[in-house]
C-alpha cells in the first residue's frame, strides 16, 4: 500500500520561496509519476505540476517560471520548490502518485494514491 506525506508548507509574504516534499512510502517509488495538485477554498483542486520516472517535468502554465519540481529516488521523495510565490498560490497542495504514466498529468483520476495535503499560504 502507497502512502503520501507531504511537508514543508507555511505561511510566506509575496515574493518568498518555499520547498515542498512528499514522502512516498510504499514499494516502487521510481517508477511512479509524482504529481502537484493544489486546491484553493471554494475552487476545484488544480494541476500545478508533475515529475516523470525519467525526471521530466510538466508545470502549469502559471508556474512554469517560478517552480521546479525534482525527485530522489533513492529517498522515496518528490520535492517541489516554489519561488516568487504570489497571493494567488495560495491553497492547499497535494501531492499524488501514478502508477506507470497515463500522459494525463493534469487529471486528478489519473492518479491511484494521494496525500493529506499541506497548506501554503502567501500574503501580499
Known amino acids: 500500500q502507497v502512502q503520501l506525506v507531504e511537508s514543508g508548507g507555511g505561511t510566506v509574504q509575496a515574493g518568498a520561496s518555499l520547498r515542498l516534499s512528499c514522502a512516498f512510502s510504499?514499494?516502487?517509488?521510481?517508477?511512479?509519476?509524482m504529481g502537484w495538485f493544489r486546491q484553493a477554498p471554494g475552487k476545484e483542486r488544480e494541476f500545478v505540476g508533475a515529475?516523470?520516472?525519467?525526471?521530466?517535468?510538466a508545470f502549469t502554465d502559471s508556474v512554469k517560471d517560478r517552480f521546479t519540481g525534482s525527485r530522489d529516488n533513492y529517498n522515496d521523495l518528490a520535492v517541489l520548490q516554489m519561488n516568487s510565490l504570489k497571493p494567488e498560490d495560495t491553497g492547499r497542495y497535494y501531492c499524488?502518485?501514478?502508477?506507470?504514466?497515463?500522459?494525463?498529468?493534469?487529471?486528478?483520476?489519473?492518479?491511484?494514491?494521494w496525500g493529506q495535503g499541506t497548506q501554503v499560504t502567501v500574503s501580499s
Open positions: 499524488a502518485a501514478m502508477p506507470y504514466d497515463r500522459r494525463t498529468y493534469h487529471d486528478p483520476s489519473s492518479y491511484d494514491y
Open positions: 515529475i516523470t520516472s525519467g525526471g521530466s517535468t
Open positions: 510504499g514499494y516502487g517509488f521510481s517508477t511512479y509519476v
